[in-house]
């Protein structure tokens, strides 16, 4: 990946054109201060997940979950690489992907997310 990422015009990486681009999700500040950090991995030892990591904000990826259109924050999540978190801009929250089974559900504001990522994680496990 990163030789591939050496090939391309440096104007792909830019923070200023990334955040010209991510205009339409309205990301909210604290999550944009978050991505821009240099600290994007959240432990969880109180979770099956043990781990998630979130990408750089120059990388995050534009998708689609079903018929939403949602920005992939989650570089991994543990052991659970089909379930990925992504930010809904309609409903301004952080929500979860499962590639697996195709479902979608909405998580929590990102603050209320950070403020307890574990119990977040673990109501994706139960199916809440």
């Not at 205009?23 to 978050?34: A, H, Q, V």
């Not at 949602?70 to 990925?84: E, I, M, Q």
Request: aromatic share 12%; with cysteine.
């Amino acid at each position: 990946a990163a030789y591939f990422k050496s090939l391309e015009a440096p104007g792909l990486h830019s923070v200023a054109n990334k955040l010209h681009e991510l205009k339409p999700y309205k990301l909210s500040s604290e999550l944009l201060d978050f991505l821009r950090g240099e600290q994007r991995r959240i432990e969880l030892p109180d979770s099956d997940f043990g781990f998630v990591e979130f990408f750089a904000l120059t990388d995050t990826i534009a998708m689609k979950a079903g018929r939403r259109k949602v920005l992939r924050l989650s570089r991994a999540s543990g052991d659970y690489s089909d379930t990925l978190l992504v930010w809904n801009p309609k409903t301004q929250c952080i929500g979860y992907w499962d590639i697996e089974h195709e479902e979608y559900g909405d998580i929590a504001p990102f603050s209320d997310f950070m403020a307890a990522p574990a119990l977040h994680m673990n109501r994706i496990l139960d199916g809440e």
